[in-house]
């Protein structure tokens, strides 16, 4: 178990022992000082934000970790485009080749960086996203003013609830049903990213995963986000399997979808993302039968030796394939590995689903920004 991990399954414990209440002692410490810092960058940026041209819409959550950024900014961009709108994503590119300099990913019509230089989520969307610009950089600023000359009418700021330099012309907000305030507590001492006020910022709330509760502490989350938000929608999504794929068709984006008939397969899982339990739920939605799930710190960079490692434990398990998330896959692209693999590698995408009253409050709010 690694560091992070460790002190992941500290927090989710209600009772961490003498041990566990000094280590978590030390985190509120330091979560303290990271608060102050906050505050005061949080502040000073609000101040002087820029306005840009075109509207901005911005998709984040106050928590770290996977709450589903991802495939909602997916949906919208392909809302956008079915009603002839030309969106752009603009991405950090977290430890990608791109993220201190900035680059363009696609420009909507191809291609433009390979993957580490892009990063695995906006490489990923980029390759779910034909025709809609995609572009990583800390400095989003400069991102955006390429994305206009790109052409692009309005702009999908990704984790975009922090970067608080470019005025939001729409903010939603998206909160994981199943970890909703990061157990009340700032970073590292939970897994707030700032304090909960900062929800006050907030035009939507979209409650992801929403599926994996009950109605009971939904009522409790949306109770809660009333009291930062006031009466702005709330939304509800659910996280669904929407297809599963052989690693080969997934890489030449060929989707052919054999989900029916691997439905009850025994698989082996393997991840590294935000929200691990996450992918197990959804597999288990898919119809799959998951016996073990081998997971890996978030963007983890994996090597051919990671692989070779996973093929070898896959042998002692009753798995019949391997099966692995979108945002792993593109990191496996280019891996040897997995090329010459005797055993199944299947890739399972998935999408978020809303009822059509919610898709049509959600289509309503950035509509009104054209």
Known sequence: MNLESFILDLQKKSSPGIGGKVILSGLALLAKVYKRGVICKREKAL????????????????????????????????????????????????????????????????MLAAQKMAGDEPYMMALRLPGVPVLVGRDRILSAKKAIGLGADILLLDDGLQYWPLKHDLEIVLVDCTNPFGYGHMLPRGLLREPLDGLSR?????????????????????????????????????????????????????????????????????????NPGGFWKTSEKAGLCPVEHITFKDHYSYSNEDIREVFKKLKYTDAEILVITEKDAVKMIDLQELKNSEIPVYVLSIKMKYSEHDRQILQSAWEKLL
Not at 230 to 255: C, M
């Open 47 to 110: 101040k002087s934000r820029i306005k840009l041209d075109v509207p901005v819409v911005s998709v984040g959550n106050i928590t770290a970790g996977g709450t589903g950024k991802t495939p909602c900014i997916i949906e919208l961009a392909e809302q956008m485009k079915a009603c002839g709108i030309h969106p752009a994503v603009l991405s950090r590119g977290y430890k990608s080749g791109f993220e201190k300099e900035g680059g363009i990913v696609s420009d909507g019509n191809k």
């Open 202 to 274: 907030a035009d939507i709330f979209i409650l992801t995963k929403s599926n994996q509760v009950d109605d009971k502490t939904k009522n409790e989350i949306k109770e809660k986000l009333h009291k930062y938000g006031g009466d702005i929608p709330v939304l509800e999504s659910d996280h669904v399997p929407s297809a599963l794929t052989s690693f080969g068709d997934w890489k030449k984006q060929r989707i052919c979808n054999v989900l029916e008939q691997r439905q009850g397969a025994k698989v082996l899982l393997l991840s590294g993302i935000g």
